[in-house]
Each structure stands twice: as C-alpha cells, then as structure tokens.
C-alpha cells in the first residue's frame, strides 16, 4: 500500500493535472454542462476488483495468474478477474479520468492515483455478512474502512478541504449480490433453513442500504449501486443448476430480480432521507441478460459458455496456466464460467453509464 508522506510537491501536482486534462480529452460519456467528476472510488467483488485479493493467501478468489490477462497490456495478470479490462477501468476510461482504476491495496500504488479514484473490490464479498467469511474476501464494510484510509492519505496530499471536495464529488460505485446469491444461498444449506428468499432478499437489501449510509457518514455523496446480474444465466450456474441442457435457471434469476426490486426502492428512499446526496439505482440485468440471450445481436457467437477451457464451469484456480483458451474471446459473452470479457464490458458499460449518468448530478 502506498505511504504517504507530507504534501506531494507541486510539480507532481501539475503532472496530474496535465495527464488528467488529457484523458478529459479522450472521455467519451458527455457528462452534464458545468459537471465534473474529479475522480472514482470502486466498492464491490471480483466483477470489478482489480488485484486487491492478490496478497491474501487464504483466499482462493484470486488470479493474478495466466490465462487470466492475456490481453491486459504486456499480457499481465493483474489479479483482474477477465482477458482484459474490467468494468472498473472501463467507467474511468469512459469518463475521461485516466486509463485504470488501481487496487487500493497494490504495492506498487503512486500517491498520485489517490487523486483521481482507487479500487477496494474483493472477489468473493458480498451483501451477506457471511459471503465474505466463506470467501476469505474483504467485507463490504471493511472497504468502506479502506476508503476512510483513503481519504487520510488524500487529505495528507492535498489538505482537507481538497479532500472532502474529491471525496463529495467523486462518484462511487457498489458492484455485489452475485457470489450472495449463487453461492451463500444456493450452494449454502444453512442459509437455506435460515431463509427463504424474500427474507434472504430483505438481508441483501437492507445490508446494501446500510452500506451507502455508510458510505455518506465517510463523506460520499454520489453513489452509484449497479443491481444483481442474471446470475442464473452465468455459465458455471447453467453447469451446476440448469440441468443437461444447461438452461439458464429460472430460481437464481428471480431472486436476483426480487433482489433488485427491493434494493432500487431502498435506494429511492434514500435520497430523501441523506441530503446532498445522489444515490443511484443501475440496472445491470437486463442489458446482460439481452446479451447473454441474444449474443449475435451484439457481435458475439457464443453467450453459454466461457472461453476458458470447455467454458462450462473452468473459473479462478480451474482457470490456470494449463487450461486451454478459444481462439478468439472477442467472440464470447464470457472469458470464464463467472466473468465477461472485456470485449463484452466494453459493448456494456458505456451505455449503461450513458444512460444513468445525469442521475448524479
């Protein structure tokens, strides 16, 4: 992790400020007249964790190994669960902020990515108290404790008033609700005697608005919270649960949907009860599920199954330096049984974020 030591000097300053000009320059979602979004800050799991798993031994949500990053720059595994890209660097790039979106907990993080946004995802995390337990991932509220730190070692380098300006203007992202779902609940029997789903839905929901409360008491006020994807329709899901035909499956993707009928409205609420604040509702689902269902329409040939070894249930360590890849991933909805390419990030997320981004403001 970065140390931070004293004000960063003035021409390391300049130097951000000339590179982040640039990339405003290259930005292609028009955001609205007079808005600005000086930076971005990433809580969520592995779709948008860029290598904070990479040190920690205990978990097995990890890939900071080949094939994962065959097409990253260089062909370096980063601990980015795809090819390539993920969502993550796709919305900074998109908004003109800088090319990547680093793992807060990289060593190799510079002082001066504090001052346009950083990345607390962990694989595996999620809603459920229990899902990140089960993982050995970084807990929601944990990353919301790593932006608290965060936002020390900014005020270190620009003062406070800075600070609070990048952290209040920043537009933070929450990406979860898959691994509760598909794995803490379907795979979980305890869970099961516990719960039923609309209970256990009432748990993702109110741990999701617990955690943007949260983030509010840290200082943000914009909050971007992307909805559960069609996680019955995942590959690896179809493998375990849709039967020989593989079939998406219908139990999976109606509680992801009950999921975020109940988080969109806890999140309307919001609103009104934390003022200042921009709290955002994303809906995911059905654009993934538009392209999973109908891959052709958006270029791609296969929507069922990853590109790493047979793509029916190869994921994280069963995704290895010996598992053979399809020729061309740029063909695939999926690069593994869990997680997209970038090729399909990049068909996604624009569009997503064109559509919602006025909602900040």
């Given at each position: 992790m970065v140390a931070v030591h004293g004000r960063v000097r003035v021409w390391e300053v300049?130097?951000?400020?000339?590179?982040?000009?640039?990339?405003?320059?290259?930005?292609?979602?028009?955001?609205?007249?007079?808005?600005?979004?000086?930076a971005v800050l990433m809580l969520g799991d592995s779709i948008v964790d860029t290598g904070n798993n990479n040190n920690n031994p205990t978990t097995m949500a990890r890939c900071n190994y080949r094939p994962y990053g065959k097409d990253f720059e260089g062909g370096i595994p980063t601990g980015r669960f795809s090819n390539g890209k993920v969502p993550s660097d796709i919305l900074v790039e998109e908004l003109?902020?800088?090319?990547?979106?680093?793992?807060?907990?990289?060593?190799n993080l510079q002082s001066?990515?504090?001052?346009?946004?950083?990345?607390?995802?962990?694989?595996?995390?999620?809603?459920?108290?229990?899902?990140?337990?089960?993982?050995?991932?970084?807990?929601?509220?944990?990353?919301?404790?790593?932006?608290?730190?965060?936002k020390?070692?900014?005020?270190?380098l620009v003062g406070e008033e800075r600070s609070d300006y990048i952290v209040s203007n920043s537009v933070v992202f929450v990406v979860a609700g898959s691994n509760d779902i598909a794995n803490t609940y379907f795979l979980s029997r305890a869970r099961q005697l516990q719960y039923d789903v609309p209970a256990y839905t009432d748990l993702m929901a109110t741990s999701a608005s617990n955690l943007v409360k949260d983030l509010y008491e840290a200082g943000v006020r914009k909050v971007g919270v992307l909805?559960?994807?069609?996680?019955?329709?995942?590959?690896?899901?179809?493998?375990?649960?849709?039967?020989?035909?593989?079939?998406?499956?219908?139990?999976?993707?109606?509680?992801?949907e009950l999921f975020n009928s109940k988080l969109s409205k806890e999140l309307a609420s919001l609103n009104d009860e934390l003022p200042g604040s921009r709290i955002v509702f994303i809906d995911?689902?059905?654009?993934?599920?538009?392209?999973?269902?109908?891959?052709?329409?958006?270029?791609?040939?296969?929507?069922?199954?990853?590109?790493?070894?047979?793509?029916?249930?190869?994921?994280?360590?069963?995704?290895?330096?010996?598992?053979?890849?399809?020729?061309?991933?740029?063909?695939?909805?999926?690069?593994?049984?869990?997680?997209?390419?970038?090729?399909?990030?990049?068909?996604?997320?624009?569009?997503?974020?064109?559509?919602?981004?006025?909602q900040f403001f």
């Open positions: 300049f130097g951000v400020v000339i590179l982040l000009l640039w990339w405003k320059a290259q930005g292609l979602v028009k955001l609205p007249e007079n808005a600005t979004v000086p003109g902020i800088k090319e990547l979106l680093p793992a807060y907990l990289d060593p001066q990515d504090l001052l346009t946004g950083v990345n607390f995802a962990s694989g595996g995390t999620g809603y459920d108290p229990l899902t990140p337990k089960l993982a050995a991932a970084i807990s929601l509220p944990d990353q919301v404790e790593l932006l608290r730190q965060y020390e070692k900014l005020k270190a909805s559960a994807p069609p996680i019955g329709c995942v590959p690896s899901q179809r493998t375990l649960a849709g039967g020989i035909e593989r079939k998406c499956v219908d139990t999976f993707n109606e509680a992801a995911v689902y059905n654009t993934l599920l538009d392209a999973i269902i109908n891959h052709d329409k958006y270029g791609f040939k296969v929507g069922d199954r990853g590109c790493c070894g047979t793509g029916k249930i190869e994921v994280t360590e069963l995704c290895n330096h010996l598992t053979p890849t399809c020729d061309d991933d740029s063909e695939y909805v999926f690069w593994d049984s869990f997680h997209p390419t970038e090729a399909a990030y990049r068909k996604l997320i624009p569009p997503v974020l064109a559509t919602y981004i006025s």
